[in-house]
C-alpha cells in the first residue's frame, strides 16, 4: 500500500467509526423507554405507561423539570380521592339527616328530624349537631295527666265550698259534694246523701242503698236517671255536644261521654270541640276544617 493510500483511509476509518456510535446511541434510545433519557429527560406533559408492584399497569406523568413523576397505579388514586374528601359510595350511605354517621334515634327508637315528638306529640324533632336529635315546642301534660287546656286548675275552689277535680286525664269538673257524700236524684231534686256500706252508717229512719251506698229515707225512692243509675246526669243523651260536631252518650249508668261524629276527632271538654287526635293531620288540615290553628288543640 502506498503512502498516499495509507493517508486516505486513516480519516475514512475514523469517520466510519464516529457514525456506528452515534447509530448506536439512538438506537438505543429508541428501543428502550427505561434507558437514561427516558427517566431523567422527557417532554413536559408527556404521560408514559409504567408496571406497578403488583403488575397492573400504570401512568407517569412527565414535569416541568423534565423529570417523570413516580408510577402512578389505581390504589393510590383511590386513596387521594379520599384523602381529599370525597368518600366512596359506601361513606355516602351511611351519612344521616344530620350530616354524620350511623342512624338517628330519640328515646330508644329510629327517628328523622321533622317527626313529632313530645308527651303530647305537638313537638318536632330536629338535629343536636351531627348525631343526636332534640326535640323542640313540646308541651308538658296538664294536671290531671291529659294533653287538654284545662279551665281551672283541680283543687281550687268552686261552688259551695267544694273544690274543682280531674275528670279522666283531660277533664275537670266541679264536685258537689263532700268527699263523704255523693250526689244522687231523690223525689225529683238533686241532693248530697252520705255514702254508707250498710245500715249501720245511716240514721234509725234511713237504711243503705244496696246498689249505690247511699243513706235514703225509708220511704223514699232514688230517681232513675236515662242511662240506668240513679246519679244526675251532666248532659242528657242523644243530645248534640261540641258545637254539633258529636252526641252525648251514656258511659255507664251514672255518666255522659261526648262522642265525636269522626273516629279521628276526641272531645277536648276544656274548649267543648271535638279536635283531630293526630297531630300531622292536625297541621295540615286544620284551617280547612276550623278556620285557625288555635281551634285545632
Not at 456506528?20 to 428501543?31: G, P
Not at 434507558?35 to 414535569?63: A, K, Y
Not at 291529659?146 to 265550698?161: K, M, N
Request: aromatic share 4%; with cysteine; glycine share 10%.
Amino acid at each position: 500500500m502506498s503512502a498516499s493510500t495509507k493517508n486516505l483511509s486513516t480519516p475514512l476509518l475514523v469517520l466510519l467509526a464516529g457514525l456506528f456510535v452515534v447509530f448506536a446511541t439512538t438506537a438505543c434510545s429508541a428501543d428502550d423507554p427505561g434507558g437514561n433519557h427516558s427517566q431523567d429527560s422527557c417532554q413536559p406533559g408527556e404521560i408514559q405507561t409504567c408496571t406497578c408492584d403488583d403488575g397492573s399497569p400504570g401512568e407517569r406523568q412527565c414535569m416541568d423539570d423534565e423529570t417523570f413523576t413516580s408510577c402512578q397505579c389505581p390504589d393510590d388514586t383511590n386513596n387521594q380521592n379520599q384523602d381529599a374528601g370525597h368518600p366512596d359510595a359506601d361513606n355516602q350511605d351511611d351519612t344521616n339527616a344530620c350530616g354524620g354517621e350511623g342512624e338517628l334515634t330519640y328515646d330508644g327508637a329510629l327517628a328523622e328530624p321533622g317527626d313529632s315528638c313530645g308527651p303530647c306529640s305537638d313537638g318536632l324533632l330536629e338535629c343536636d349537631g351531627e348525631e343526636a336529635l332534640t326535640c323542640e315546642g313540646a308541651g308538658e301534660l296538664n294536671s290531671c295527666g291529659g294533653c287538654a287546656l284545662l279551665p281551672v286548675e283541680p283543687g281550687e275552689d268552686c261552688e259551695d265550698g267544694t273544690t274543682w277535680e280531674c275528670d279522666g286525664t283531660d277533664g275537670i269538673y266541679c264536685r258537689p259534694c263532700e268527699e263523704d257524700e255523693k250526689l244522687v236524684s231523690l223525689a225529683g231534686e238533686e241532693q248530697c246523701l252520705p255514702i254508707c256500706d250498710h245500715d249501720d252508717h245511716c240514721d234509725a229512719d234511713e237504711f243503705c242503698h244496696e246498689e249505690h251506698d247511699v243513706c235514703i229515707p225509708d220511704e223514699g225512692e232514688l230517681d232513675e236517671n236515662l242511662c240506668g243509675g240513679f246519679e244526675p246526669l251532666d248532659e242528657e243523651p242523644d243530645t248534640p255536644c261540641a258545637q254539633d260536631r258529636g252526641m252525648w252518650q251514656c258511659d255507664g249508668d251514672d255518666d255522659v261521654i261526648c262522642a265525636c261524629d269522626s273516629d279521628e276527632e276526641f272531645y277536648d271538654s276544656a274548649s267543648d270541640r271535638c279536635v283531630l287526635t293526630d297531630s300531622a293531620l292536625c297541621k295540615a288540615y286544620c284551617e280547612i276544617i276550623y278556620g285557625c290553628l288555635t281551634e285545632c288543640g
